[in-house]
């Protein structure tokens, strides 16, 4: 029978099963049938040994019940570091909303280091060669992802937050439509009066999510019949980096800015003050992912808000439908963001604009 963990009892010692049966006047099999097949129990039954469980504090062993069930009941998830200059507070977000949905499913989160550099299978192979985790979370998907096509060849159930990008389509996922975030901006934007509506973000090819997002903001220019040559400049995702890739666009009369991150459109607020200009009055500016940096900026930053609540009870939900059945067809989630307007996109373009 499992033995509990380092829960003490009265005496000092662990909280045993045996010890929990005995207080609620039961075998130790009623006990494990009521952590592990409460279906098989009387509720009256069930009830009473919860209770005592509760009250003398037992936790079932985590290696008892492994060896028993064949389930770790633990989800591996890679975490990189966050490069410097980067809104690592949206992924903070996500992973946060991740963990609370595994708890309320009965199974906790198991971080292990993923390297620099995109992404690899260090970590991949050392956890599934140790039976360590029940499957995996896969997040910062890029071309040329190596991850997925690896798990899905060991039957290793997974499920991504992003999609492959290229490729031949591999198992299941949960996304944000980007390309409909800045789609929305630009919307908002013209709605205000704006026709000189650039977009600053990363190289062409160099992001799955960025290409997507680019995408978006092309799409309604093109059904606004608004010209997108020159209006279009590329940067890494670093303050200093978009501060320079911004002027172009300032320089060929942009009257607002819609930037691939918050980061971006940190770095155009500062570009637009070094010449005299006022975000939002003089120039409208757009982020994307409503990191903590758009509502303490001044004018307050307008952003696409990812539902990143929605993304990380999805992914666990597809990941555990897939642990239950594994030749389910694919099942592949695009949820919508939503504009957050603040004041930085709320004026009509300058006189003379």
Known sequence: ?????????????????AMVARRAGVSSQTVSNAINSPGMLRPE????????????????????????????KLIGYGIQPTPPGTAGAVMDRFLHALSEAADEAGYRILLFASPT?????????ELLAQHEVDGFVLSGTERGDPRQAWLAQRDVPFVGFGRMWSGRPVGDWV????????????????ALGHRKIAFLGWGRGT?????????????????????????????????????????????????????????????????????GAVPGRDVAVVGFDDSPTAEILSPALTS??????????????????????????PERL????SLIVRDSATASPSAGA
Do not use: F
């Not at 808000?305 to 594994?326: K, M, S, T, W």
């Open 207 to 275: 992001s799955g999510a960025g290409d997507d997002r680019a995408e978006g903001w092309s799409r309604a220019m093109r059904r606004h019949g608004l010209p997108t040559r020159g209006r279009r400049a590329q940067s890494v995702n670093e303050i200093d980096a978009a501060r320079a890739a911004v002027k172009p666009l300032l320089d060929g009369g942009a009257t607002a800015v819609v930037a691939a991150s918050d980061m971006l459109a940190l770095g155009c607020y500062q570009t637009l003050r070094e010449r």
């Open 304 to 329: 696409v808000a990812q539902p990143l609540e929605d993304v990380g009870r999805e992914c666990v939900r597809l990941l555990l439908a897939r642990i239950a059945a594994p030749e389910a067809p």
């Open 1 to 17: 029978m499992p033995r509990s963990s380092n829960t003490p009892s009265a005496k000092g010692g662990p909280v045993t099963l």
């Open 175 to 190: 996304d944000v439509d980007g390309a409909s975030g800045t789609d929305a901006a630009v919307e908002h934007l013209v």
């Open 334 to 337: 695009l949820l919508e963001p």
């Open 45 to 72: 039954t069930l009830e009473r040994v919860r209770r005592v469980i509760d009250e003398m504090g037992y936790r079932p062993s985590r290696a008892a019940q492994t060896l028993r069930s064949g389930s770790s």
């Open 117 to 125: 550099g995109g992404p690899s299978l260090e970590g991949y192979e």
